[in-house]
């Protein structure tokens, strides 16, 4: 992609990709991380240069969303690491309190996260030695760590540890900074047509072989989490996902792009020459030129809200709901 070779000439990108290559301890690596993420959201210019690679990219204007993704930016990405703007978005209510989606851990990835724009939100993470249930699907979670990202703007999420994330009371966004916990000789394979294509062979031969943790893929069994009745209970992940990965088409489009271009109005973008020039762009989507006028026309762009209901047993999820849990839950199952 486009986006790949045009970041890395950013300056905050090479200071990254330097320290990636002289730092092998990964969390050493992303501590160091943190003054540039911080440096990078308050410099109005290195937003500006990120619209418009992102917007000047075939592959993202293009792409099939789902209600899955959350509506992104991409920065940059290698082998090593990736760096990628996320924004979260607020219920129609704008209610507190309200979990966004199921306790989940993103297996062997630490994740560096700065609250660059909005309310932010608020965030619980969870000890890493939980023990699970097989036949009864408990978890005995215990939080570690509760705060909101006014509290702490920046912190670090480690591999394999349960974390949840609450609805923002307002639009929201996070520059962040993923990359597996180690590097492995393997890591470089990810980017490999040909074994993309072989992605799910492969994949079956290292869980047989039992090697996944080795490797560094995804355990072959991934839970989410959640709290109900004073307990927590395993799901998994895929059961999760399922009904968001399936919602696509030409309205999930359109309010991924509402988003990112409501977020763009709020960041003060006002370069209407690079604008106007996307409408002129027969590689830019006809559903884009509503969000590009508004834009031009300086009209304000609504809100785009987050589901009301996520694919756990009652459906929704309140802090008081995850706190109880962890009073209740502190026996060995």
């Not at 996320?86 to 297996?107: C, D, G, M, Q, R």
């Not at 609805?167 to 394979?189: E, M, Y």
């Not at 355990?219 to 989410?224: D, F, S, V």
């Not at 919602?247 to 370069?271: C, H, P, S």
């Amino acid at each position: 992609m486009k986006w790949k070779i045009k970041m890395k000439d950013n300056s905050y990108i090479k200071n990254i990709i330097s320290l990636s290559n002289e730092i092998n301890n990964r969390k050493e690596f992303h501590e160091q991380c943190k003054p540039i993420l911080m440096k990078m959201a308050n410099d109005i210019n290195f937003w500006s240069e990120l619209f418009k690679q992102n917007l000047s990219d075939k592959g993202f204007l293009n792409r099939e969303w789902s209600m899955y993704d959350i509506p992104f930016f991409y920065v940059y990405e290698n082998d090593d690491f990736y760096v990628k703007v996320h924004l979260f978005v607020p219920l129609k209510t704008y209610e507190p309190k309200v979990i966004a989606s199921a306790i989940h851990h993103h297996n062997n990835y630490l994740i560096t996260t700065f609250a660059a724009f909005g309310s932010g939100y608020e965030t619980m993470l969870f000890e890493k030695d939980f023990k699970f249930n097989t036949v009864t699907k408990e978890v005995n979670l215990k939080v570690r760590e509760h705060f909101t990202q006014q509290e702490k703007p920046i912190h670090t999420v480690d591999a394999w540890e349960p974390h949840v994330v609450v609805n923002p009371i307002s639009l929201s966004a996070t520059l962040v900074i993923w990359s597996p916990d180690k590097k492995r000789a393997t890591d470089s394979l990810r980017s490999i047509p040909l074994l993309k294509a072989l992605k799910s062979p492969l994949r079956k031969l290292i869980y047989a072989i039992g090697m996944d943790k080795k490797v560094g893929i995804a355990a072959k069994e991934t839970y989410q989490f959640y709290p109900k009745d004073g307990k927590f209970y395993a799901l998994p992940e895929e059961d999760y996902f399922a009904p968001t990965r399936s919602q696509k088409g030409e309205i999930v489009n359109d309010y991924a792009v509402q988003t990112l271009f409501a977020f763009m109005q709020r960041m003060n973008f006002n370069d209407f020459e690079f604008l106007k020039s996307m409408k002129k762009n027969k590689e830019v989507p006809l559903f884009y030129h509503k969000w590009i006028n508004m834009l031009l026309n300086n009209e304000s762009i609504p809100d785009t809200y987050a589901k009301d209901s996520i694919n756990v047993p009652g459906g929704r999820i309140t802090v008081d709901d995850v706190l109880y849990a962890n009073k209740m839950t502190n026996q060995i199952i």
